[in-house]
Nanobody, 115 residues
Framework: VQLVESGGGLVQPGGSLRLSCAAS????????MNWYRQAPGKERERVAA????????YYLNSVKGRFTISRDTTKNTVFLQMNSLKPEDTAVYYC?????????WGQGTQVTVSS
């Protein structure tokens, strides 16, 4: 199983970023995919999730209306479109999949929102 994130960076408040997570080594279409984040000194929290068939999504309350999770089954990739970014969104963002009770994580991508 391999999850590789990309798309992080430095952005000003109010700006946008699109994160990508390329998945391999498992049947992508059978798994719910998650995005988590972890800010310095804070616990890791789940930001968004998308069901295996894309029929339902979950969002952390603080990102509702600003973030959108999606998946492309032809590319085995899950995306997180982040708009209206705030300084409090600064964190390392991780892609996650759970299979047979085991958590799989990517290496993370840093998102920094600052003027």
């Amino acid at each position: 199983v391999q999850l590789v994130e990309s798309g992080g960076g430095l952005v000003q408040p109010g700006g946008s970023l699109r994160l990508s997570c390329a998945a391999s080594g498992f049947t992508f279409t059978r798994n719910t995919m998650n995005w988590y984040r972890q800010a310095p000194g804070k616990e890791r929290e789940r930001v968004a999730a998308i069901h295996s068939d894309g029929s339902s999504t979950y969002y952390l309350n603080s990102v509702k209306g600003r973030f959108t999770i999606s998946r492309d089954t032809t590319k085995n990739t899950v995306f997180l479109q982040m708009n209206s970014l705030k300084p409090e969104d600064t964190a390392v963002y991780y892609c996650n999949a759970v299979m047979w009770g085991v958590d799989y994580w990517g290496q993370g991508t840093q998102v920094t929102v600052s003027s």
